[in-house]
């Protein structure tokens, strides 16, 4: 489980390394949920999927079949849509947020991880290579293409060994750190909550 402090906990499907995909399960099975709600600045992801501005309206009744309801966000009293954000706002409706996600709602994609991908990327590199470019130290063996960089960015701090090879295995072992103690955490968390029950 990963916790998101603007949404809460979301369990790891799968983590792809080649291509920096992290696959994430609602445990809520309300991905428009997610969306509506979760906040990735300040952290090292961001959605791997393209986005698209949509709007979430919450309508006090039903719009047209043409339009579909966020079942796991509807209520008896009120019916929560996301339509494309420059289609005007009927008038039953009122605009919760607009804000960019991979796709609108639609009851056939609507299990607990479609949509749910996230990438990485490392803080400061891009900034690093645009402003220094790549270094050459000697070795033994001959010349090794690669520079050594502590990057700060968003609070992150990383040390960065920017040749092919070293900085995967370095991406690698951050990724892993964090995710255990992520899951360090969030057990701390539950096992705090268990005994303030009890």
């Known amino acids: 489980m990963i916790h998101f402090p603007t949404y809460g906990p979301l369990a790891v499907k799968s983590i792809s390394y080649d291509t920096r995909k992290l696959s994430l399960l609602d445990p809520k099975s ?7 709600n979760l906040n990735l600045s300040g952290t090292p992801f961001q959605y791997y999927y393209l ?35 420059s289609l005007p706002i009927p008038d039953s409706c009122r605009a919760l947020k607009t804000i960019p996600i991979p796709f609108p709602y639609s009851p056939y ?13 490392l803080p400061g590199r891009e900034d690093f290579e645009e402003k220094v470019g790549s270094c050459v130290f000697q070795s033994k063996a001959g010349p ?5 960089n502590i990057a700060l960015d968003k609070g992150f701090s990383i040390v960065h060994v920017l040749s092919g090879e070293t900085g995967s295995m370095i991406l690698n072992i951050l990724l892993c750190i964090f995710v255990v103690a992520t899951m360090i955490s969030i057990q701390i968390c539950n096992s705090k909550k268990v005994d303030e029950q009890t």
């Open 51 to 85: 986005l698209k501005n949509f709007t979430y309206l919450n309508c006090s009744t039903r719009l047209s079949p043409s339009f579909d309801e966020v079942s796991c966000l509807s209520g008896s009293r009120h019916h929560v849509y996301t339509v494309e954000s």
């Open 144 to 148: 090794e293409t690669g520079c050594i």
């Open 109 to 121: 994609l609507a299990d607990n991880s479609f949509g749910l991908g996230l990438t990485w990327s």
């Open 30 to 36: 309300c991905v428009h949920e997610v969306f509506l």
